[in-house]
């Protein structure tokens, strides 16, 4: 009897505790959703190209949103253009739209914890749901790794309307999240049937005319040029030609075309608030590990 009420005793105990650092906890996911709040000015972010200037200007960051911008573009394969954003439009950046959803759900699932008792077993289901949601969350800022593209920007780029004077469908404009910094990846485009000039058949042939080589200059994409949308990817082991879709699938898609990639430019600017942002949710979940192995630890020798 002793013994059954001193381990009742025990968990009470670690019940509080943990309850203590779910407040805790709260009072930190809140710093963090403050972070991504809509609050003007917004972060000013630098989008230049080192070394050369094929990309020179400037984002305005307010909230989840890019909401003001101005860049001069001077890519090798399409005339120099400047672009500015519309003042009619904004850009959503969808990795912060969906963290600002995780950060908002998790203090949600606290608020709602912390408004009524919680035993053992079920405090101990809530914080395996919230450190989810804090993994979740880190790994949208992380991004995909440096070395690997991002397939998400052929259905999901910036549609052409975005801009003034608005830069066609041969350019795709997309913006994502890597290592907590805002990136900008340029691709000019080329359609897969477009027809080759004889000068330039002569020109790939005798060596005086070299298209640009990177890594998806073999690949032959399928772009959504209105920013939504299915796509997909194939590579050969040569520049060829698509295979003719069926009606369907083109009456299905009609925005989407099969590309191949021109010219590619990748522009990053680090945000300090992002990066901030991470460095929290690291410590948060930190401090949420820590609560859950003593939970846990606990609970195994009750059970």
Request: with cysteine; charged share 20%; proline share 6%.
């Amino acid at each position: 009897m002793l013994i059954y009420l001193e381990k009742a005793r025990e968990l009470d105990w670690i019940v509080e505790e943990t309850l203590q650092i779910c407040r805790d906890l709260k009072h930190g996911l809140e710093d963090c959703y403050a972070l991504l709040a809509p609050i003007d000015p917004g972060s000013t972010l630098v989008m230049s190209t080192h070394r050369n200037e094929k990309v020179k200007g400037t984002l305005t960051r307010v909230g989840t949103r890019i909401v003001k911008g101005h860049l001069h573009l001077q890519l090798r394969t399409i005339p120099a253009q400047t672009l500015s954003l519309s003042q009619s439009d904004v850009i959503h950046i969808q990795a912060l739209d969906s963290l600002n959803a995780y950060l908002n759900q998790s203090i949600d699932l606290l608020s709602i914890t912390l408004s009524k008792p919680q035993d053992a077993r079920s405090l101990s289901s809530t914080l395996a749901i919230l450190a989810d949601s804090l993994s979740d969350s880190a790994a949208l800022l992380k991004g995909p790794p440096l070395t690997d593209a991002d397939p998400a920007w052929q259905t999901c780029s910036c549609p052409p309307y975005h801009f003034e004077p608005s830069p066609g469908p041969n350019l795709s404009f997309y913006l994502g999240l890597q290592e907590s910094c805002i990136v900008l990846w340029l691709r000019a485009l080329e359609p897969a049937d477009a027809p080759v000039h004889f000068g330039t058949k002569l020109g790939l042939a005798i060596g005086t005319f070299r298209r640009l080589e990177h890594d998806e200059m073999d690949t032959v994409f399928r772009y959504n040029t209105m920013g939504s949308g299915a796509g997909g990817s194939k590579r050969g082991s040569a520049r060829h030609t698509p295979e003719p879709r069926s009606s369907a699938a083109d009456a299905e898609s009609k925005d989407v075309q099969e590309v191949y990639v021109r010219e590619k430019v990748r522009v990053e600017s680090a945000d300090p608030s992002l990066i901030s942002l991470h460095s929290k949710l690291g410590f948060l979940s930190h401090m949420l590990g820590q609560a859950r192995r003593n939970l846990s630890e606990v609970l195994s020798v009750d059970s």
